[in-house]
């Protein structure tokens, strides 16, 4: 067992999958933050137990050709990036191997290459933000959380957002701290903004505000009004009750203060309207080119039955309408499921239709009336799949299913269910929707033996 407040040599061998640096030092598995594969480092021991240790890097003895200079200047005690300190070659190629070594492990797969489709950029890509709101000696203040805590670090600027994103949450602060308004503690659970959610539609430019608060109403919402009004793009201002206590961000009930309550984006040339809770992928660029791989290795034809389990507000299940006879969304989500529904009367398309259920409950009923598939589309939260809709998948029987992950873990997991029952990986790609941060996306396709 390592010694606590020690420091040893090490040489970082590979990656964890939330992106931090693993060495092996007296064959205790040692996990690093702000290290590079290949690099040999002299690390102090902060946590030891029996089979694992945490540690922090004291000096680089041997630097990495990877290792950059952070452009954030809050990198290092921001919790939302990861990788500011490796260039986006290295990073990548990370979450490639992250993506293949899951497959290859846990689904019994021999793939040796795994491509991946890289992001153009890795600033100003990220169309939502949540930012928590804090206070410290009378003063208001938001940004983000501290890795593995719930303390929140001030950042003026974050580059992976737009500039009118940081703008709104400058705005709002400026008002809360004129007007006296209280920040939520959460261990008192006392205070009133507890967060400050703000969505931009990548082409419509169109801002939605949706301020968190633990109680029913604002002061003087007409001054936050005036001075979000400033700001090109803001459309709309919403308050999400959340008096609950917990971990939660959005409550369960929408207080629209100005606009319509929601905002519309354009995503693979359809309109989609989007509320506080609707699912919409970050990366508007990165998740354009993810769902155009969908539908491509979907291979639908004008007589096929499609599928969507997990469908959000619709955008996958709706792309695929136009090559598909008929198209099924399922969504857990009502307020997500009205904004599909709503999405397929804006579009004129008239052979979607969505349920709003569970969707292994869901694909369970729709099996027991015999609806039979042709191609089914998964994309799970980070759980993956339930049992009840593997098992209704394997009644149905799709001759395809295209399964979009963000994480590798339960992907490799489902996939190995999925083959127990007769299916084969045909196709699997790593997706980058999450540049700076260890997130990464994956799609497969698995085709009936």
Not at 327 to 350: F, K, S, T
Request: proline content about 4%.
């Amino acid at each position: 067992m390592l010694t606590k407040n020690e420091i040893y040599e090490a040489v970082i061998t590979d990656y964890t999958a939330e992106g931090q640096g693993i060495a092996h030092i007296e064959g205790c598995a040692v996990f690093i933050p702000n290290a590079i594969a290949g690099e040999r480092v002299r690390v102090r021991i902060e946590k030891a137990q029996k089979t694992w240790a945490a540690g922090k890097i004291t000096e680089i003895l041997e630097k990495s050709p990877h290792r950059v200079n952070r452009e954030c200047p809050v990198a290092k005690l921001c919790g939302g990036c990861d990788f500011w300190h490796m260039d986006y070659e290295e990073e990548t190629r990370l979450k490639a191997e992250r993506v293949k070594t899951c497959l290859n492990r846990m689904a019994g797969e021999q793939l040796e290459e795994m491509p991946i489709l890289a992001a153009p950029t890795c600033f100003g890509y990220r169309n939502k933000a949540q930012y928590p709101v804090a206070q410290k000696k009378g003063r208001a203040y938001a940004g983000f959380f501290r890795a593995g805590t719930h303390q929140v670090v001030e950042n003026d600027r974050c580059y992976i957002l737009p500039e009118q994103t940081d703008a709104v949450k400058t705005a709002v602060m400026d008002y809360v701290n004129q007007y006296r308004v209280t920040a939520y503690d959460e261990v008192a659970h006392k205070g009133l903004l507890r967060h400050i959610y703000v969505r931009r539609g990548a082409v419509s430019g169109e801002i939605l505000v949706c301020l968190v608060i633990n109680g029913e109403k604002i002061p003087r919402p007409e001054e936050l009004i005036q001075r979000l009004k400033k700001i090109p793009g803001f459309a709309t201002l919403v308050l999400s009750v959340n008096t609950k206590k917990g971990n939660a961000v959005l409550g369960d009930r929408f207080l629209t203060l100005h606009g319509k309550g929601y905002i519309e984006d354009t995503l693979c040339g359809l309109t989609f309207r989007l509320s506080p809770r609707s699912f919409y992928q970050v990366n508007h660029h990165q998740a354009q080119r993810l769902y155009q791989a969908a539908i491509d290795l979907a291979g639908i034809t004008k007589e096929d039955l499609v599928l969507d389990l997990y469908c959000g507000v619709g955008t996958i299940t709706l792309a695929m309408a136009s090559a598909a006879g008929r198209v099924i969304g399922v969504e857990v989500i009502p307020q997500a499921v009205e904004d599909a529904r709503d999405n397929a009367r804006r579009n004129g398309i008239e052979n979607a239709e969505f349920l709003c259920a569970d969707a292994g409950a869901a694909a369970l009923e729709l099996e027991k009336q015999g609806i039979r598939p042709d191609v089914v589309v998964v994309d799970p939260p980070r759980k993956g799949l339930s049992a009840d809709a593997i098992e209704a998948m394997h009644r149905m029987n799709p001759r395809r299913i295209v399964y979009v992950s963000c994480d590798p873990a339960t992907l490799a997991r489902d996939a190995a269910l999925l083959k127990q029952h007769g299916y084969r990986l045909q196709t699997a790609m790593a997706a980058d929707l999450f540049p700076r941060c260890a997130h990464v996306e994956s799609i497969c396709c698995l085709v009936r033996e």
